[in-house]
């Protein structure tokens, strides 16, 4: 018979005290503590950029109110301010850099992670991501000294001359313009597309590429119907990544989109964009109401995006709901 120690033949001996983890030590909760504040200063630092953005425009909304983001006078003198021209521009703009970025940022990801030898991936990849860090200034400086000539030499005529018969390629060539704005952005957007579309891509199991491929599939075609729509709600937050880029871009397109208060239907016109607007005339500003004007123009670029971004989470989620590493991604 094993012999019982005293603890065990006595009933009412009390067990053994468990360390509890709701309590845990001194330190503990000083570090609870300050999670949860640096958590609650988001929200926090978010409410008070509104309120600030608010107070500085309210003299402008008091006097212009909705029709501020309706109509196109910019005009300091008079104090009439009308902000259409910039936010069309902002969106123009942002658009045609993702028209040229998206596709060639999927396409480099692709290539990278189901058709490029290892050699390779990592440097390429690495060289790729280094454009993220390069200054926006230093872009709009190689623009300016470098793209817009080639453009308005080589490219701006050729699409002239290939797709003169669209409004969006009519009209003189002047070389800084919305389309030069939106190449130096969609150049800026890519390393964020791309690198977030290569995560994403290779994240998904090689389950599925076995799968296509038992089937009979090519390579391509098991990247297209399997590879890429079981990582689509990856890819559109790669998109709206560099969109949330392309919307609040100042320095580059400044110096790049010719800062013309006006809408105009050729993409070879100079534009303007809200960024860009607060960068050229707030420390020039000497009305209050050319001030709150600018701050206006502030809390409608802070609205936009707000907007966008909330619409494209809205898209990801249902894009996502079923899908695979789309929702466990984001």
Same mark, same amino acid.
Not at 252 to 258: E, F, N, Q, S
């Given at each position: 018979?094993?012999?019982? /120690?005293?603890?065990?033949?006595?009933?009412?001996?009390?067990?053994?005290?468990?360390? /509890?983890?709701?309590?845990?030590?001194?330190?503990?909760?000083?570090?609870?503590?300050?999670?949860?504040?640096?958590?609650?200063?988001?929200?926090?630092?978010?409410?008070?950029?509104?309120?600030?953005?608010?107070?500085?425009?309210?003299?402008?909304?008091?006097? *212009?109110?909705?029709?501020?983001?309706?109509? /196109?006078?910019?005009?300091?003198?008079?104090?009439?301010?009308?902000?259409?021209?910039?936010?069309?521009?902002?969106?123009?703009?942002?658009?045609?850099?993702?028209?040229?970025?998206?596709?060639?940022?999927?396409? #480099?990801?692709?290539?990278?992670?189901?058709?490029?030898?290892?050699?390779?991936?990592?440097?390429?990849? *690495?060289?790729?991501?280094?454009?993220?860090?390069?200054?926006?200034?230093?872009?709009?400086?190689?623009?300016?000294?470098?793209?817009?000539?080639?453009?308005?030499?080589?490219?701006?005529?050729?699409?002239?001359?290939? *797709?003169?018969?669209?409004?969006?390629?009519?009209?003189?060539?002047?070389?800084?313009?919305?389309?030069?704005?939106?190449?130096?952005?969609?150049?800026?957007?890519?390393?964020?597309?791309?690198?977030?579309?290569?995560?994403?891509?290779?994240?998904?199991?090689?389950?599925?590429?076995?799968?296509?491929?038992?089937?009979?599939?090519?390579?391509?075609?098991?990247?297209?119907?399997?590879? #890429?729509?079981?990582?689509?709600?990856?890819?559109?937050?790669? #998109?709206?990544?560099?969109?949330?880029?392309?919307?609040?871009?100042?320095?580059?397109?400044?110096?790049?989109?010719?800062?013309?208060?006006?809408?105009?239907?050729?993409?070879?016109?100079?534009?303007?964009?809200?960024?860009?607007?607060?960068?050229?005339?707030?420390?020039?500003?000497?009305?209050?109401?050319?001030?709150?004007?600018?701050?206006?123009?502030?809390?409608?670029?802070?609205?936009?995006? #707000?907007?966008?971004?909330?619409?494209?989470?809205?898209?990801?989620?249902?894009?996502?709901?079923?899908?695979?590493?789309?929702?466990?991604?984001?």
């Amino acid at each position: 018979m094993t012999a019982l /120690s005293e603890r065990e033949l006595t009933p009412d001996a009390a067990a053994p005290a468990k360390p /509890s983890l709701e309590r845990g030590s001194y330190s503990d909760q000083i570090f609870k503590g300050l999670l949860t504040l640096a958590a609650l200063a988001i929200p926090l630092l978010l409410c008070f950029l509104v309120y600030e953005l608010w107070s500085g425009a309210r003299l402008a909304i008091g006097k *212009f109110g909705f029709d501020f983001v309706t109509t /196109s006078t910019w005009d300091p003198v008079t104090e009439e301010f009308g902000a259409f021209p910039l936010i069309f521009g902002t969106l123009i703009s942002s658009l045609v850099a993702l028209v040229i970025a998206v596709p060639l940022s999927l396409g #480099v990801a692709i290539y990278l992670t189901e058709f490029a030898p290892k050699a390779i991936r990592q440097p390429v990849a *690495f060289l790729l991501s280094l454009l993220a860090a390069i200054p926006s200034v230093v872009y709009g400086l190689w623009g300016i000294f470098v793209l817009i000539p080639i453009l308005r030499k080589s490219v701006f005529p050729l699409l002239r001359d290939v *797709f003169g018969f669209l409004p969006l390629f009519q009209g003189a060539i002047y070389g800084p313009s919305m389309l030069a704005a939106g190449i130096i952005l969609s150049i800026m957007v890519m390393p964020y597309v791309m690198s977030v579309s290569r995560e994403v891509l290779m994240a998904v199991p090689n389950t599925q590429r076995e799968a296509s491929l038992a089937l009979g599939a090519t390579r391509w075609e098991a990247v297209i119907t399997t590879v #890429v729509p079981y990582a689509r709600s990856g890819i559109i937050g790669a #998109v709206i990544l560099g969109l949330g880029r392309a919307l609040g871009e100042t320095m580059a397109v400044t110096m790049l989109i010719g800062n013309r208060h006006e809408i105009a239907a050729s993409l070879f016109a100079p534009g303007y964009t809200m960024a860009a607007a607060i960068a050229n005339e707030f420390s020039e500003a000497v009305g209050d109401m050319h001030l709150s004007a600018l701050a206006y123009v502030a809390f409608v670029l802070f609205v936009v995006t #707000v907007v966008v971004n909330a619409g494209a989470r809205l898209l990801i989620w249902r894009v996502a709901r079923g899908s695979g590493i789309g929702s466990k991604a984001l």
